[in-house]
C-alpha cells in the first residue's frame, strides 16, 4: 500500500461546476499537507498547504484535512477551463522528503 | 531569482550512455530535492541534500544513479550506463529548512532512453 493514495480519473466536468477530489493516507506521523497542480510537460506548483486536521480557503480553492480518517481533499468552486490539469495530493511528516499520490487529470469544459 | 531552474529540458539518449542534470535551487534554499516522475504517476523521492550533504537516499535510486551538490549551491544528477526503465521527468526542488510551505519545483528534465 502507497502512503497516499489517490483516484487517477480522469475527471471531466462542466465549466462552473464544484470539483472534488480526494486522497487517503496511511503514515499516522503525517502532519503538513498539501495540493500541487501539475500542467502538462511542467513540473508541479504548489496550490494549497493545511497544516494538521481543518480547513483553509483561498479565493475559489478550499483545502480540508481529517486527520481521524486520514482524508484530504480539495474543492474548486466555479470551476474554469484553465483549471483543466493534473492535482497532485501530497504529505510528509516534517523533516521527511514530502511524498506525493498518483495525481488526478482534471478537464473542465467549456 | 525566478525559481529553480533544471537544465537540460528534454534529453534523449541512447541506451547504455552516462546522463548528467543539472538543478539550480532559489538561493537562499538550503535544501534540493531530486524526484522522478513517469507517465500517469506522481513524483517519486529519489534523493535530497540540505547544503552539500547528501541526507537521505530512496531505494529507487540504484548503483547506477548518483547525485552531488558542490558548496551546497546547484545539484547534478547522473545516471551510468542508462536503460530504458529510466526514461522519466526528473524534477528537482528546493525548501528552506523546516519549509512548511513545500518544495518549489523545477520544469523538469524529460529523459528518453532509446
Known amino acids: 500500500q502507497k502512503e497516499v493514495e489517490q483516484d487517477p480519473g480522469p475527471l471531466s466536468v462542466p465549466e462552473g461546476a464544484i470539483v472534488s477530489l480526494n486522497c487517503t493516507y496511511s503514515?499516522?506521523?503525517?502532519?503538513?499537507f498539501m495540493w500541487y497542480r501539475q500542467y502538462s510537460r511542467k513540473g508541479p506548483e504548489l496550490l494549497m498547504y493545511?497544516?494538521?486536521?481543518g480547513n483553509k480557503e483561498d479565493g475559489r480553492f478550499t483545502a480540508q484535512v481529517d486527520k481521524s480518517s486520514k482524508y484530504i481533499s480539495l474543492f474548486i468552486r466555479d470551476s474554469q477551463p484553465s483549471d483543466s490539469a493534473t492535482y497532485l495530493c501530497?504529505?510528509?511528516?516534517?523533516?521527511?522528503?514530502?511524498?506525493f499520490g498518483k495525481g488526478t487529470r482534471l478537464s473542465v469544459i467549456a | 531569482d525566478t525559481g529553480v531552474s533544471q537544465d537540460p529540458r528534454h534529453k534523449i539518449t541512447k541506451r547504455g550512455q552516462n546522463v548528467t542534470f543539472r538543478c539550480d535551487p532559489i538561493s537562499e534554499h538550503n535544501r534540493l530535492y531530486w524526484y522522478r516522475q513517469t507517465l500517469g504517476q506522481g513524483p517519486e523521492f529519489l534523493t535530497y541534500?540540505?547544503?552539500?550533504?547528501?541526507?537521505?537516499k530512496s531505494r529507487l535510486l540504484s548503483d547506477r544513479f548518483s547525485a552531488e551538490r558542490p558548496k551546497g549551491s546547484f545539484s547534478t544528477l547522473e545516471i551510468q550506463r542508462t536503460e530504458q526503465g529510466d526514461s522519466a521527468m526528473y524534477l528537482c526542488?528546493?525548501?528552506?529548512?523546516?519549509?512548511?510551505?513545500?518544495?518549489?519545483f523545477g520544469s523538469g528534465t524529460r529523459l528518453t532512453v532509446v
Open positions: 503514515n499516522s506521523a503525517f502532519q503538513y
Open positions: 493545511t497544516y494538521s486536521s
Open positions: 501530497a504529505a510528509f511528516a516534517g523533516n521527511t522528503p514530502l511524498v
Open positions: 541534500f540540505q547544503n552539500e550533504a547528501q541526507l537521505e
Open positions: 526542488a528546493s525548501s528552506l529548512e523546516w519549509d512548511r510551505y513545500g518544495y518549489t
